[in-house]
């Protein structure tokens, strides 16, 4: 099955500086590519996705970035805010018409402990 | 506005007791699934159900069942609850049928404490 890990566990930043969380996936089948965050005591949220047919997506200060042939992933996001501090999770999943061997099944990195500091 | 609704959010029992938590979602989606987050925040799925049929069980054990009395709904009973079963569990759903299929929209979570 699919195995993502994620690095690092924490990540410290000041205000207004860039964060960049990576994953790496096993899984060569696997075509798309979501990341969520995680305020304290909420639910995760999807914040960017990517799909394998594309290198590289933007969304104001997110980007995320995709390398097929090494099987990462990277999350940036640029000018950091406090409200940005949040547990962050990377996915990947094996996009199939139908479910046979469980190709709709998302499988979570660790976990990206990020805190934004004054 | 709710898209993705559990109850109770916080839920605490003695070992031993059966409990249920319930799930619903407003999207219209056809596939819901049930997340176990453990104490290191760490996610993984136990269950999916597309139009009401059991598609993902990842060997959770079988004090756990899930119950889908309609596309909507999908609900999680836990029968002789233990120490380990202490976690937030998340319900989600998906619109699995073309042309947008794989985003994933989470419940707020229920954090069950067996004590």
């Known amino acids: 099955g699919e195995n993502v890990e994620q690095h690092p566990s924490t990540l410290s930043v000041q205000e207004g500086d860039s964060a960049v969380i990576k994953c790496t996936y096993s899984?060569?089948?696997?075509?798309?590519f979501p990341w969520y965050k995680q305020e304290l005591g909420k639910g995760p949220q999807l914040i960017i996705d990517i799909r394998s047919n594309v290198g590289e997506k933007k969304d104001q200060r997110i980007a995320v970035t995709l390398n097929k042939t090494a099987k990462h992933f990277s999350l940036h996001i640029t000018e950091t805010q406090p409200e940005d501090s949040a547990v962050y999770f990377c996915a990947a999943r094996r996009s199939e018409r139908g479910f046979a061997g469980g190709g709709n099944k998302l499988t979570f990195g660790t976990g990206t402990q990020l805190k934004v500091e004054l | 506005d709710t898209a993705v609704s559990q109850t109770p959010k916080y839920l605490v029992t003695q070992m031993g007791n059966d409990k249920s938590i319930k799930c619903e979602q407003n999207l219209g989606h056809d596939t819901m699934y049930w997340y176990k987050q453990d104490s290191k925040k760490f996610l993984k799925i136990m269950f999916s159900y597309n139009n009401k049929e059991l598609i993902i069980n990842e060997t959770v054990p079988n004090r756990f069942s899930p119950k889908s009395p309609d596309k909507a709904h999908l609900n999680l009973h836990i029968n002789s609850l233990e120490l380990g079963d202490s976690a937030v569990y998340f319900c989600?759903?998906?619109?699995?049928?073309?042309?947008?299929?794989?985003?994933?929209?989470f419940g707020p979570g229920t954090r069950l404490t067996v004590l």
């Open positions: 989600a759903s998906s619109q699995e049928a073309p042309p947008r299929a794989d985003t994933q929209y």
């Open positions: 899984d060569s089948a696997s075509n798309y």
